[in-house]
């Protein structure tokens, strides 16, 4: 009996083993490098960038090239009498296009939207959930700088992934100079493994605890195919230390960037907005007076508007 409970024990080990293997080299990195864009025709971006501009708005692409030497097409929208620029960051598994219509919602304010590591134009280019992303964000940043605009006047606008690059990004621009006028940020990820093990958790609910050697190796191999060490990429490290100001949104109910995630992020003090009952990516539309009241108070606190 004893020999029998042994052997079903040793087999089902043998089981597990075998399936976090399949799925940590096979199944979840492409899940981690090769999340498919929105589908998104010329026309549909030309009406979007229309409904954008509106009456008085000009929008512009130029090129820029940012980590790992990739080619980046970045839109500006230029409005007469602006603020400033605010770069759009955009979430996992999107594109520049999905949070452009946030510049609605900062009317005194040109915009600039780019895809990270240019999958718009090629979508075989990995995603690196902020591991070469904080390079382009750099690089656009560095880029409007060069074209005339000052850091001062340059606005970070970022979500989920967007929002773990922007403190990414700002750690590296700050190691070379001054700060930037803010950045507002909605629920933005601790760190990678986090991240990748809260995304398993929603998928797999309580069976992700039996996953995590698999996600471990799929963090490994991905890294060895992108070239720097995924494990390393911690936007909740990023943040200490930064002079840009920042603040930050989130939901109680968000179960991708979880609200201890971002508290961890944002650090004892922070300006963080918690609103109750919202969901990943829904505190933005849920939270009192909408989006751009919340971030109208941050700006006229930093001495900017909308």
Do not use: Y
Not at 153 to 171: E, M, N, Y
Not at 204 to 221: D, F, M, N, S, T
Not at 280 to 291: F, I, P, S, Y
């Amino acid at each position: 009996m004893k020999r029998t409970a042994l052997l079903a024990f040793l087999g089902a080990v043998g089981i597990w083993l075998a399936l976090n293997g399949l799925a940590g080299w096979i199944l979840l990195p492409p899940r981690l490098l090769r999340v498919p864009l929105p589908p998104r025709t010329e026309q549909a971006k030309a009406d979007l960038r229309a409904q954008i501009a509106g009456g008085a708005g000009r929008w512009s692409a130029f090129p820029c090239q940012g980590g790992q030497g990739r080619r980046l097409q970045v839109w500006r929208l230029d409005r007469p009498g602006s603020r400033g620029v605010a770069v759009l960051l955009h979430g996992f598994g999107d594109d520049g296009w999905g949070p452009a219509p946030r510049l609605l919602d900062l009317p005194g304010w040109d915009g600039a939207v780019f895809t990270f590591r240019g999958r718009d134009a090629d979508p075989t280019a990995p995603s690196t959930l902020g591991a070469w992303e904080q390079q382009d964000a750099e690089a656009v940043v560095r880029a409007l700088e060069a074209a005339g605009t000052p850091r001062e006047r340059i606005l970070l606008v970022g979500a989920s992934q967007g929002a773990g690059v922007a403190l990414l990004a700002l750690q590296r621009l700050e190691a070379h100079g001054g700060p930037l006028a803010g950045a507002l940020l909605e629920s933005p990820f601790a760190s990678l493994p986090e991240a990748a093990r809260d995304h398993l958790r929603g998928t797999l609910g309580w069976l992700e605890v039996l996953l995590r050697p698999a996600l471990r190796l799929a963090l490994w191999k991905a890294s060895r195919e992108v070239g720097l060490n995924l494990a390393d990429v911690a936007p909740s490290q990023a943040a200490r230390g930064l002079r840009t100001p920042l603040a930050f949104l989130a939901g109680d109910r968000d179960g991708i960037t979880p609200l201890t995630g971002v508290r961890a992020v944002a650090g004892p003090g922070a300006d963080l907005t918690v609103v109750p009952g919202a969901d990943h990516l829904e505190a933005g539309r849920k939270v009192a007076g909408g989006w751009r009241t919340w971030a109208g108070r941050r700006l006229r606190a930093w001495n900017l508007d909308l």
